[in-house]
């Protein structure tokens, strides 16, 4: 590809450093995969290869030669979201990013400007999301990646040059064809580029020709990209059985981080937290919680999981967890300079959700009035609301400081005082001594409410949701009690029973 | 503002403004006192000033919880952020409505404990109400260290807003900036005819008031 400027970036050790994401092991360890009774070392840290261990040696094997050595299995959940926070990393740097293996992205820089620059960005952003990765920038895939573990910029058209130098075990051959090569005594990527092409073919076949063009500095298959991520997702497999909420918490607590940083990363706030629970020995347990406002923060996040998780606990013990955010833009509002201020929605958002997570359900919101004359029922809508209204002539008068209180009659001289209700939820059941014709009440008990009746006014009859299952049929009174309190109490019509819904304060 | 700005066009001069006027109205904004319980301003002689914990107390039937919806009332009206901390769960939407809240710019939090409630104070002054009544209810017995209500007096202070506690007897003690009770207090019927209750009468009394002073006010609050 003429012109074409393709960046390598590759995670060493891949899973290894998924796995130790944020997290870093001193002690030698090594991560195994393969067959559960037999299962090969894939991965080393730097301290396990410094004791002389590598890959491919069974896990006896390596014990025996570091009896103190650390093993740990492959977590895929923890890959799983390494890989995405990879692609988010690299997809901030580059409109077109394929995927070449685990760890491994080739990113199109065509154009980009200032390399070694972006080189520098692009391994911030990897450090920042726990994976440490190396770059390298040139003409074509593979130089690319032969120049990423040095941090090297090949210069356009010195691919070929480059490559020539490199030793051919970084070819990346199959086991067959590195063995052909060491036969024909070919020890660098020069040594084989070479080579006619038709004789590698001959011997080597369609894979082998493809690398012998790569091998002379020619690529010219466009970079294949990858769908973005648009659900985030963290998670862990856990080395032991979790049944405690607050070792649960504790473990959820480290995805959890990762993915609120990614969320931030991306300019994003979570409006649905799904958490996905592996149960021992089998099983999984999902549930989602949704949040009152958007919200990227780990505090409110852990607080509505606490609340989730008490109230209906997993049914088993844990053994992996798995998070997924559901993803919305933080809101953007413009604050006005004048009138009332308006509130940030960031600083709204974290406060509404964090009080949901206190209160729980139904507990906070702007009320609703509902179809009913019922004082007890009331509907809860998501606080949302509209701008203040622009500043006013009498809002100014009123901000001049030595007129305050003058502007303050002036500007609201019909404040509308009205005796209200206090709504009691649900109603208190009450004993009443009545007068037998008319049903008057004269004495009332019950909850903290106890007196004569001084003054009685009434019936009022309330009668709904006759159309339906449950119908409504109250006589209301209004009755001034011997405490000097004023109540609104009724007697419900089918059972007989009087009960008092509010008190007038 | 210019009117006679050079260079300004015509329809244009009254929406420019000076940076200096810019500032002047920025700290108007910020010294604006809030516009809220009509009644406890014409008890304390002007508008309530931000930053304060202001305590409303009196027993049952007195007509607080009236006045605290009053205060709500006009407060939405002019579009400041308002709260109502409803620890008793009292408030009847409908007939909040019929009070003149707009509830949409209403946020009804319906704490369970006394300590939910001032958990729920205080993150409301912190997130940027200006407004936020804390109504007690009827709920006797509950207590919070005094230390409680000097740090949410403080964060009023520091958020700039009104803190109107409503309960049945002085609770917040030297957190509050002033203290209105509920002197005295009684249902009003009409006995022309069938019995019919009017509404209720009370008396408000300024029992303190930071920087001193005191009144006091007659209120009729019909049915």
């Known amino acids: 590809m003429s012109g074409t400027r393709v960046a390598c970036l590759i995670v ?96 199109d820089w065509t154009g980009m400007g200032d390399e070694r620059s972006l080189m520098r960005s692009l391994t911030g952003a990897c450090l920042r999301a726990g994976l440490p990765a190396q770059v390298g920038v040139a003409g074509g895939r593979l130089a690319a990646r032969l120049a990423a573990p040095n941090g090297t910029v090949v210069l356009p058209g010195e691919d070929a040059w480059f490559l020539a130098a490199q030793p051919g ?33 001959a011997r080597l076949g369609r894979e082998g020709l493809e690398l012998h063009r790569a091998a002379r500095g020619l690529d010219d298959r466009p970079l294949i990209g990858v769908r973005g991520v648009r659900v985030p997702r963290e998670g862990l497999e856990l080395d032991w059985v979790v049944a405690d909420l607050e070792a649960l918490l504790e473990a959820a607590s480290r995805p959890l981080a990762r993915l609120a940083a990614r969320l931030a990363a991306r300019g994003e706030a979570c409006r649905a937290l799904t ?16 949040l009152a406002a958007p919200s990227a923060e780990l505090k409110t996040w852990l607080a509505l999981l606490r609340l989730e998780w008490s109230e209906r606990p997993p049914s088993a013990g844990v053994t992996g967890l798995s ?15 004048f009138g009332p201020a308006a509130q940030s929605p960031d600083a709204l958002a974290g406060f509404l959700v964090r009080l949901s997570a206190l209160l729980g359900p139904r507990r906070l919101g702007s009320p609703r009035a509902v179809d009913s004359r019922r004082p007890e029922l009331f509907d809860l809508s998501p606080y949302a609301p509209p701008p203040p209204p622009e500043e006013t002539t009498s809002d100014r008068a009123l901000s001049r400081g030595s007129a305050a209180s003058e502007a303050v009659g002036a500007a609201e001289p019909d404040e509308r005082l009205a005796c209200v209700p206090r709504a009691l939820r649900p109603p208190v059941e009450l004993e ?46 209004d009755v001034g009690l011997s405490d000097g309190g004023a109540y609104r109490v009724f007697r419900d019509r089918r059972s007989g029973r009087w009960y008092a819904d509010g008190i007038y304060d | ?39 406890l301003e014409r008890l304390s002689g002007g508008a309530l000033s931000r930053g304060t914990l202001i305590e409303l107390c009196g027993p049952r039937s007195s007509g607080r919880f009236a006045i605290a919806l009053a205060a709500l009332a006009r407060a939405t009206r002019v579009g400041e952020a308002s709260a109502l ?71 009023a202070e520091a958020g700039q807003a009104v803190v109107l506690l409503v309960s049945e007897r002085p609770t917040a003690g030297p957190a509050a900036a002033s203290i209105v009770t509920v002197e005295s207090a009684r249902a009003v019927w009409d006995h022309d005819g069938p019995p019919l209750f009017a509404g209720l009468s009370s008396t408000l009394s300024l029992r303190k008031r930071r920087g001193g002073g005191g009144g006091r006010l007659s209120l009729q609050l019909p049915l």
């Not at chain 1, 024909?184 to 580029?193: D, E, H, K």
């Open chain 2, 85 to 155: 901390i409803d620890l008793g769960d009292h408030l009847d939407p409908r007939a909040a409505e019929e009070a003149g809240i707009e509830l949409a710019r209403l946020l009804w939090a319906r704490p369970r404990t006394l300590k939910e409630a001032l958990v729920c104070a205080h993150a409301a002054v912190g997130a940027g109400f200006a407004f936020v009544v804390l109504d007690l209810g009827e709920r006797r017995g509950d207590r919070v260290a005094a230390a409680s209500w000097l740090r949410l007096a403080r964060a």
């Open chain 1, 323 to 337: 998070f997924a955010a559901e993803p919305v833009k933080a809101r953007r509002t413009q604050l006005g300079l």
């Open chain 2, 1 to 39: 503002m210019y009117s006679n700005a050079e260079g300004v066009p015509e329809g244009l001069a009254g929406l420019v403004m000076t940076g200096a006027d810019l500032a002047r109205r920025l700290e108007e904004r910020k010294r604006r006192p809030l516009r809220s319980a009509a009644a």
């Open chain 1, 275 to 290: 958490a996905d629970l592996s149960l021992d020995p089998v099983g999984k347990d999902q549930r989602t919680v949704s």
């Open chain 1, 432 to 477: 009443v001594l009545v007068e037998p014709e008319e049903l008057r009440p004269l004495r009332l008990s019950g909850g903290d409410i106890a007196g004569a009746v001084q003054s009685a006014a009434g019936p009022w009859r309330m009668e709904e949701g006759w159309w339906n299952d449950v119908p409504e049929a109250r006589d209301y009174w």
């Open chain 1, 169 to 201: 075990a970084r070819l990346g051959l199959s086991e067959e064809a590195a063995t052909a090569l060491s036969r024909w005594g070919l020890y660098t990527v020069g040594a084989f580029a070479a080579l006619p092409a038709g004789e590698v073919e």
């Open chain 1, 12 to 107: 060493p050790s891949f899973p290894l450093a998924a796995r130790l994401r944020g997290e870093p092991e001193t002690r030698p360890l090594a991560l195994l995969d393969g067959p559960r009774n037999a299962p090969v070392v894939v991965a080393l840290n730097e301290e396990a290869r410094r004791a002389g261990l590598r890959t491919g040696l069974s896990l006896p094997q390596a014990r025996s030669l570091l009896p103190g050595l650390e093993a740990k299995p492959r977590d895929l959940e923890a890959e799983r979201g390494a890989r995405e926070a990879l692609l988010e990393a690299a997809a901030a740097s580059s409109p077109v990013v394929e995927e070449g293996g685990l760890g491994l992205l080739y990113l």
